[in-house]
């Protein structure tokens, strides 16, 4: 999944990423067409990646987009109240584990993992065991990939879709957006919000108005025709990375950045939200101190900036 030796990407940053994510002169990077040339190279069966890939909003354009995002958000207002009820339940549950006890915690494994996995068995409709493979699947968008690996997640993928039935794929496919985005950016939030605030205590934590730190902070889009926004050239074929989250923009910036934007904005928002709102409210009624211990990120997590761990310190 490598570029191409003759493929360059070029990087753009606010405000012209805002302006070609929206314009109709650039579309969507074609994944699903890279894993046929894959699949044709290698002679592996890439079937059932593709297959789902293709059903992904952020790889779609055009009608057929329009159609898989109603599709897809019909799913999930199938389940709105189930997916509330499992996150508020979660999040009340982990709190009562970890926060009423001396302890330390990763925050991604202990707590973010374990609260979207609650939320995604309800919107997959899958059970419990087929989690893992759909906490896998966003590695199938990683450049660096080995081609057995990819191998690997499509083959256990078939067996979930042959267990399951072709019907849930589409579930499926929901489920795995937000298995990255999700956790990585909660925390990455969270550990931020106890960076900033040393040993202070959980009922004082100040985690702002949204997620502060994204796990996702690009989307590339390819250019149909030889066009220019800004100060920004841009030629036919060229695949453009436009940058939605970084250190150089404002807070205000990277928070009205962190569901994208126009006919692509994120499906996942309103449950992102409800468990941001539902954790912040939560918190503020425990009275134990919180301590950054260590943060490490993952190494070739392309296109998402994913922390391998985000260990913090509870004491009573």
Known sequence: MKPQDNEEIMTIKFPDAKAVIMSKDFHSYNMAEKYREMQSRSGIDFSTAISLIEKLPIFMDGEAHKKNRKNMA???????????????????????????????????????????????????????????????????????????????INNRLTEIINRQGEGKIL???????????LTGSLALSLYDAILQNITVK????????????????????????????????FRSGQRVRCITQSSEYTEE????????????????????????????????????????????????SDPFNYPLCANVRIEI
């Not at 609650?118 to 493979?133: M, P, W, Y």
Request: glycine residues 4%; negative net charge.
């Open 74 to 152: 019909l799913l999930i207002a199938a389940t709105k109240n189930e997916q509330e009820e499992e996150a508020k339940n979660t999040i009340d549950k982990l709190l009562r584990q970890y926060f009423t006890n001396c302890c330390e915690l990763d925050l991604v494994s202990d707590f973010a993992r374990p609260l979207w996995h609650a939320i995604a068995v309800r919107i997959s409709q899958c059970e419990d065991d087929a989690q893992e493979v759909i906490d896998s699947i966003p590695s199938l968008f990683s450049p660096v990939l080995s081609i057995r690996k990819r191998e690997i």
């Open 171 to 181: 579930h499926i496919a929901l489920a795995a957006l937000g298995t990255r985005p």
């Open 202 to 233: 959980a009922s004082t934590l100040d985690l702002g108005y949204g997620y502060k730190k994204s796990s996702l902070t690009y989307v590339d889009r390819v250019c149909t025709s030889d066009t220019h926004i800004g100060s920004s050239q």
């Open 253 to 300: 910036e990277n928070l009205s950045s962190l569901y994208g934007f126009g006919a692509h904005v994120c499906l996942g928002r309103p449950i992102s939200q409800f468990i941001f709102q539902h954790l912040k409210e939560e918190i503020s009624g425990y009275e134990c101190s919180i301590t950054p211990v260590k943060l490490e990120m993952q190494e070739n």
